[in-house]
């Protein structure tokens, strides 16, 4: 699973052989969340949230938001099109 971004102790993932419509998932020590990006212009959406309190998730929101260009990009270079 390669990991496409680390920052302040959040790693965000992008599955190879995962399905559309592009998403990432972010992970901590304190759980995993599932965001969908709206490649290209976003902005990303929560999808699924396994122990993030609300806080966590609006940071890991602002740094979806912060690199969603990279991110869509990412997407599409591990697997086409959006």
């Known amino acids: ?14 599955y190879p052989n995962d399905h559309r ?4 998932h972010a ?9 969908v ?3 290209p212009d976003g902005p ?3 999808r699924e949230n396994y122990g993030f309190n609300q806080p966590d998730l609006g940071r890991v929101l602002a740094i979806l938001k912060a ?4 991110l869509c990009g990412k997407w599409e270079e591990i697997h086409g099109h959006y």
Do not use: K, N, Y
């Open 44 to 46: 990303p959406s929560l």
């Open 27 to 35: 992970m901590a020590a304190s759980g995993e969340a599932v965001f």
């Open 67 to 70: 690199h969603l260009s990279a």
């Open 37 to 39: 990006l709206h490649c």
């Open 1 to 14: 699973m390669p990991t496409v971004l680390r920052q302040d102790g959040l790693r965000i993932v992008i």
């Open 21 to 24: 419509p592009a998403h990432i």
